[in-house]
């Protein structure tokens, strides 16, 4: 079994463990009326792992755990004050617990602070938000980073020693973004050039096509080896406005979220590679953590890691590994774990470019 894999079953693993044990605790399938609430709380709908696969596989997982509990959902659709509104709706509504995956961690902290005064815990889920929190799930933020850069680095070959790169990192109000760019230095620094760097407001596909046509006019095309892109949708952004620009053949592109766009653009060469972080296991933990919240029980079965705030509060926390997937191992990563089909991969126009990757 490889180590990825390993480790994915690993955590998933201990989560339904404890996802058992807290499915026996109090108020389970027992119809009281005074059933827990939980409120799932996202932050866009245009970054596509939130709703085709974050929602539904938390929803599933809390049910699972807890038959009788209420979940309610919202997105804010990139918008801060609607999430600010929307936990002051499920706070007034009496919800028991919220996992939360602020728009913007350092402005929802307010938000965070007003749950916790109504005695509220909210769960940071993927990104770490201000205010006093009771747990955290995400990936390692540093380590997604490292394996971008090291990917770009492999990707770039001879160019790699001395080779000019454009940067396009996340929101800079995302802890998240500030996490892998750090990660992504961490490899990248002494290695390459960084001819321009953008942080992307939030993370918007629209605006690394902007930055990256600004790249392209004032380094000139012949002139970037190689695109560090924090995610896919900006990856998307950056390959669109290479190709507007008529930049051939393309320089490597990295990426993160495993989107099936991206996917399809590592097959079609547009894009070298994506980091894959498993949905399952840290759905599993988010629900188990917000269900033991909600019941007033300790994270501590569920969570094994520990992270410190921004207010220097050590809390519970579940810390998994991420993925680098390339054309090499789609069939190994994202395939084996269902969460894409070469069917819907492997379009009728990538029919060549999936007979050569060795998907079909």
Same mark, same amino acid.
């Given at each position: 079994?490889?180590?990825?894999?390993? *480790? $994915?079953? #690993? &955590?998933?693993? +201990?989560?339904?463990?404890?996802?058992?044990?807290?499915?026996? =605790?109090?108020?389970?399938? !027992?119809?009281?009326?005074?059933?827990?609430?939980?409120?799932?709380?996202?932050?866009?709908?245009?970054?596509?792992?939130?709703?085709?696969?974050?929602?539904?596989?938390?929803?599933?997982?809390?049910?699972?755990?807890?038959?009788?509990?209420?979940?309610?959902?919202?997105?804010?659709?990139?918008?801060?004050?609607?999430?600010?509104?929307?936990?002051?709706?499920?706070?007034?509504?009496?919800?028991?617990?919220?996992?939360?995956?602020?728009?913007?961690?350092?402005?929802?902290?307010?938000?965070?602070?007003?749950?916790? *005064? $109504?005695? #509220? &815990?909210?769960? +940071?889920?993927?990104?770490?938000?201000?205010?006093?929190?009771? =747990?955290?799930?995400?990936? !390692?933020?540093?380590?997604?980073?490292?394996?971008?850069?090291?990917?770009?680095?492999?990707?770039?070959?001879?160019?790699?020693?001395?080779?000019?790169?454009?940067?396009?990192?996340?929101?800079?109000?995302?802890?998240?973004?500030?996490?892998?760019?750090?990660?992504?230095?961490?490899?990248?620094?002494?290695?390459?050039?960084?001819?321009?760097?953008?942080?992307?407001?939030?993370?918007?596909?629209?605006?690394?096509?902007?930055?990256?046509?600004?790249?392209?006019?004032?380094?000139?095309?012949?002139?970037?080896?190689?695109?560090?892109?924090?995610?896919?949708?900006?990856?998307?952004?950056?390959?669109?406005?290479?190709?507007?620009?008529?930049?051939?053949?393309?320089?490597?592109?990295?990426?993160?979220?495993?989107?099936?766009?991206?996917?399809?653009?590592?097959?079609?060469?547009?894009?070298?590679?994506?980091?894959?972080?498993?949905?399952?296991?840290?759905?599993?933990?988010?629900?188990?953590?917000?269900?033991?919240?909600?019941?007033?029980?300790?994270?501590?079965?569920?969570?094994?890691?520990?992270?410190?705030?921004?207010?220097?509060?050590?809390?519970?926390?579940?810390?998994?590994?991420?993925?680098?997937?390339?054309?090499?191992?789609?069939?190994?990563?994202?395939?084996?774990?269902?969460?894409?089909?070469?069917?819907?991969?492997?379009?009728?126009?990538?029919?060549?470019?999936?007979?050569?990757?060795?998907?079909?």
């Amino acid at each position: 079994m490889k180590a990825w894999t390993r *480790d $994915a079953a #690993i &955590a998933l693993t +201990a989560v339904s463990a404890a996802l058992a044990l807290a499915a026996c =605790g109090p108020g389970a399938g !027992d119809g009281d009326a005074n059933a827990p609430t939980i409120g799932v709380l996202l932050p866009d709908a245009a970054t596509a792992r939130w709703e085709m696969h974050d929602r539904p596989l938390i929803e599933m997982k809390i049910k699972e755990l807890c038959g009788d509990c209420t979940v309610e959902s919202a997105n804010a659709k990139n918008d801060v004050a609607t999430q600010q509104q929307q936990v002051d709706a499920m706070i007034t509504e009496g919800v028991d617990a919220m996992l939360l995956v602020a728009v913007d961690a350092t402005s929802l902290g307010s938000a965070v602070r007003k749950a916790d *005064d $109504a005695n #509220i &815990a909210v769960i +940071a889920y993927d990104r770490l938000v201000e205010g006093p929190i009771s =747990g955290y799930v995400t990936f !390692d933020g540093e380590e997604v980073g490292r394996l971008q850069g090291t990917a770009l680095l492999t990707a770039m070959g001879d160019r790699a020693d001395g080779g000019q790169i454009v940067m396009m990192n996340g929101d800079s109000s995302d802890p998240n973004a500030i996490s892998f760019k750090q990660g992504a230095l961490s490899v990248l620094d002494e290695r390459v050039r960084i001819g321009k760097a953008y942080d992307t407001h939030q993370w918007r596909t629209e605006a690394a096509n902007t930055n990256m046509s600004g790249a392209i006019s004032a380094l000139g095309a012949e002139n970037i080896d190689g695109v560090y892109a924090a995610n896919d949708s900006l990856a998307a952004g950056s390959i669109s406005a290479l190709k507007s620009n008529k930049v051939t053949p393309l320089p490597p592109v990295t990426g993160q979220d495993a989107e099936l766009g991206a996917l399809r653009h590592i097959v079609s060469g547009d894009q070298y590679m994506t980091v894959y972080k498993p949905f399952a296991p840290q759905a599993s933990a988010g629900a188990a953590m917000a269900v033991a919240a909600a019941r007033g029980e300790s994270l501590d079965r569920v969570a094994k890691d520990t992270v410190r705030t921004s207010s220097g509060k050590t809390v519970p926390a579940v810390m998994l590994t991420p993925v680098s997937v390339t054309v090499d191992n789609i069939k190994d990563t994202v395939v084996k774990d269902g969460v894409y089909t070469v069917q819907q991969i492997c379009t009728p126009q990538l029919t060549d470019a999936c007979n050569k990757a060795g998907l079909t």
